[in-house]
């Protein structure tokens, strides 16, 4: 059985003193920029590229993250406190990296290092590499995503075969592959098959029919050159003209890799998304939400990072109409910070779409300036939705 992750503790790390996240299916982060909303992330992002094969030490500085050493990350306001720990609890196991607590070495005796210590707790190690190398699969996309390209590099290293990359720079090659195999197929019932394919579930199709809610009637045409070792994407318009990723747009090349990220993720499967509605109008940003929603229904494990209330109220549109979403399969925490410690908020959904609280300064910024726009005063009270 796949293994998730359930809870994330964070003690000293970055913008936290101490913090506990639970995770489900979907897991939202959001708030003002520089608050803590990608520390959560960032760790997972260590432990996902330490891949734990030559030493059990969780990298500070690898493919995914790259975060500095020790000064950088242990908690500027606790500074003189000894112990900095990260702990991720899958389904039927925990560990933990750090210094200074139970069973981790003295903080004197790491310094300068850029990797963080493990618990020392063999079967422990054991278990996660066993669970590495032959059951865990994911994709991590950052919010800095390859735009608009003529031709994109294969891959030539990859953590399994169908990695996107974390800019997205694989999306061409793995998409290729999909086209030209029709066997490649969505479960029948999996939520992600589009509405307009009912009888279809061939992922490619619906790869390209969710991307024609962002950019209506453009169809994918990806290509692999092997002797120039590139590929490329032209994109055919509604009048049946090819064309180049440039001459559709950054929201279209953003996207993409987002979308076939959701698609070809399999129940189980771990996808990690920065700023999902990066480039998009509002009308694109909604259908992502709600991408977002149906593959957490199907089983996936989605967390992602996100300033977007039109891609949240996608995932609401999924929890008020979807049979299948229920309100368990979604965790939403609001993080703020006060300069000194971050707060996160959690946030849960009901089944009409409706948010347990809706705590000040978040997303009630369109709420504020309709009310200066209407009042002409600048001084609005504070929103309840």
């Excluded at 059985?1 to 489900?24: H, P, R, T």
């Excluded at 950088?72 to 607590?101: A, K, M």
């Excluded at 998409?175 to 030209?180: F, M, N, Q, Y």
């Excluded at 279209?252 to 499967?269: F, R």
Aim: charged share 25%; aromatic share 10%; net charge negative.
């Amino acid at each position: 059985m796949k293994q998730k992750i359930k809870k994330i503790k964070l003690v000293n790390f970055k913008a936290y003193k101490s913090q506990i996240f639970d995770f489900s299916n979907l897991t939202v982060f959001c708030g003002n920029n520089s608050v803590g909303k990608s520390t959560a992330i960032q760790a997972i992002g260590l432990f996902l590229q330490s891949g734990f094969l030559s030493k059990n030490s969780l990298k500070l500085n690898g493919e995914l993250v790259h975060i500095g050493n020790f000064d950088d990350i242990h908690n500027y306001s606790n500074r003189d406190e000894e112990h900095l720990e990260v702990e991720i609890e899958f389904s039927n196991f925990n560990i933990s990296w750090g210094y200074g607590g139970d069973s981790l070495p003295l903080r004197e005796n790491v310094s300068g290092k850029d990797f963080l210590p493990v618990t020392k707790d063999e079967k422990k190690i054991s278990a996660l590499i066993d669970h590495l190398d032959s059951k865990f699969k994911f994709q991590y996309i950052e919010a800095e995503r390859y735009g608009p390209r003529d031709n994109l590099p294969l891959s030539q290293h990859h953590y399994h075969d169908n990695w996107l990359g974390k800019k997205g720079e694989y999306t061409i090659q793995i998409l290729e592959g999909l086209r030209s195999r029709e066997s490649l197929t969505l479960k029948e019932g999996d939520a992600r098959v589009h509405s307009n394919h009912k009888n279809n579930t061939y992922i490619f199709k619906n790869i390209e029919t969710w991307m024609s809610e962002i950019s209506p009637g453009h169809a994918l045409e990806p290509q692999i050159e092997q002797r120039a070792n590139v590929a490329y994407n032209s994109i055919m318009t509604q009048v049946g003209q090819i064309t180049k990723p440039i001459n559709i747009g950054y929201g279209y090349s953003y996207a993409l890799s987002v979308v076939t990220a959701l698609m070809i993720s399999a129940p189980g499967d771990l996808v990690i998304i920065e700023n999902p509605e990066a480039h998009l109008h509002p009308r694109g940003q909604s259908y992502l939400g709600r991408l977002i929603a149906l593959a957490a229904e199907s089983g996936v494990q989605v967390i992602i990072e996100t300033h977007s209330d039109h891609l949240l109220n996608g995932i609401r549109v999924v929890a008020r109409t979807s049979k299948g979403f229920e309100p368990e399969l979604f965790s939403l925490y609001y993080i703020s910070n006060d300069g000194k410690d971050a707060d996160a908020v959690k946030i849960d959904i009901n089944k009409e779409g409706k948010l347990s609280s809706w705590p000040e300064g978040f997303f009630d910024q369109q709420s504020i300036d309709m009310y200066t726009i209407m009042t002409g005063n600048q001084d609005a009270p504070e929103f309840k939705k």
